[in-house]
């Protein structure tokens, strides 16, 4: 019987900051909570932190990740990023479903889309992301996605 493959495991050594990145820790924060009050995604922060002041990676960088480095500064966005796209896909295929009616493809696109978002919500309101009686709706996706 051949032997069996091992799985493969992750053997880096703890990341530290590098010495040729411009920023130090209380500069990458300082940044990235002024990048936030501007208006920026936690996505983009990261690529403009990368790509302009040659921030390899926050989380090393600070020791917290960019969300905790926003909260502790009080900048948190009121929904997630991930959940906000995911509302602004729906809206989005709400808006060509009100044009098309006969799309049925895309009309079951869309209640897979709104399951996606029902359980992002459902994990985010017992981590504490977003606030206990907070709830989907089509009225509130288009106020979002505004």
């Given at each position: 019987?051949?032997?069996?493959?091992?799985?493969?495991?992750?053997?880096?050594q703890?990341?530290?900051?590098?010495?040729?990145?411009?920023?130090?820790?209380?500069?990458?924060?300082?940044?990235?909570?002024?990048?936030?009050?501007?208006?920026?995604?936690?996505?983009?922060?990261?690529?403009?932190?990368?790509?302009?002041?040659?921030?390899?990676?926050i989380?090393?960088?600070?020791?917290?990740?960019?969300?905790?480095?926003?909260?502790?500064?009080?900048?948190?966005?009121?929904?997630?990023?991930?959940?906000?796209?995911?509302?602004?896909?729906?809206?989005?295929?709400?808006k060509?479903?009100?044009?098309?009616?006969?799309?049925?493809?895309?009309?079951?696109g869309?209640?897979?889309?709104?399951?996606?978002?029902?359980?992002?919500?459902?994990?985010?309101?017992?981590?504490?992301?977003?606030?206990?009686?907070?709830?989907?709706?089509?009225?509130?996706?288009?106020?979002?996605?505004?």
């Amino acid at each position: 019987m051949p032997k069996r493959k091992t799985k493969s495991v992750d053997t880096k050594q703890k990341k530290q900051h590098p010495d040729w990145s411009a920023l130090n820790p209380r500069e990458v924060e300082s940044r990235a909570v002024e990048l936030a009050r501007s208006g920026k995604s936690t996505s983009e922060i990261g690529i403009i932190l990368r790509d302009q002041y040659a921030v390899p990676d926050i989380r090393v960088a600070t020791g917290k990740r960019l969300t905790k480095v926003l909260e502790e500064n009080e900048v948190k966005q009121d929904v997630p990023e991930d959940l906000r796209n995911l509302i602004n896909r729906a809206s989005q295929l709400k808006k060509h479903l009100d044009e098309h009616k006969k799309d049925f493809k895309n009309k079951r696109g869309l209640q897979i889309l709104e399951s996606k978002i029902r359980g992002l919500e459902k994990y985010y309101r017992l981590q504490g992301g977003l606030p206990k009686d907070w709830k989907y709706t089509t009225e509130q996706a288009k106020l979002l996605s505004e």
